[in-house]
């Protein structure tokens, strides 16, 4: 079963991704495109609707990374059984994409009307279900981790670090067994010159 992720050569979308496939254990290929190259024209024309991430498999295309991690969580302890308990997943990772929705004056309106907003109640939720958004590790953790990561590189700051509980889960994730070893593999981030 060949299975291929294609993204940037950063923190973004992906990498939430990364991180399941890496912890699960699941071999792929991870094909990077350099952002100062992007768009390119024959890559973009081919892809379902011009944008990345993608995931292939066995000749299927994926596309929207929501979709792609919660597949790829699939037939893994990170996707529970129970359609309540997934449903709740996933009403908290729509909700992560709420709070990282672009926006025109985003760092401005970041820090002083969504990050407490939203961190707030992940804070709540995450101690409510020891450490986590279902009680237990899932794909819905990964994915917090992955935008307080890619908003962290983007605003240059640690979003985070007035939330004991988002800290720590980003802790916990970052030094699951792949993860760590993923981590400390690659190659730095930085937001390329464009």
Known sequence: MAKKLTYFELNGLAEPIRYILYYTGQKFEDVRNDLRKWPIKEIKD??????????????????????????????????????WQQAVLDA??????DFDEPKEEFRNKLYDEHLDFYFSRFEKQLKENNGH??????????ILVGI????????????????????????KIQNLPGVKDYIRDRKPYGIPEI
């Open 46 to 83: 081919s892809l379902p609707f011009r944008q990345l991430p993608i995931f292939e498999e066995d000749g299927r295309v994926l596309h929207q990374s929501i979709a792609i991690a919660r597949y790829v969580a699939a037939n893994t302890e990170l996707l529970p059984s129970d359609p």
């Open 92 to 97: 908290a990772v729509l909700t992560m994409y």
């Open 133 to 142: 958004f279902g009680g237990k590790l899932s794909w819905a953790d990964f």
């Open 148 to 171: 307080v990561e890619c908003s962290n590189l983007f605003l240059e700051d640690n979003i985070e670090k007035n939330y004991p509980q988002i800290s720590a889960l980003m802790k």
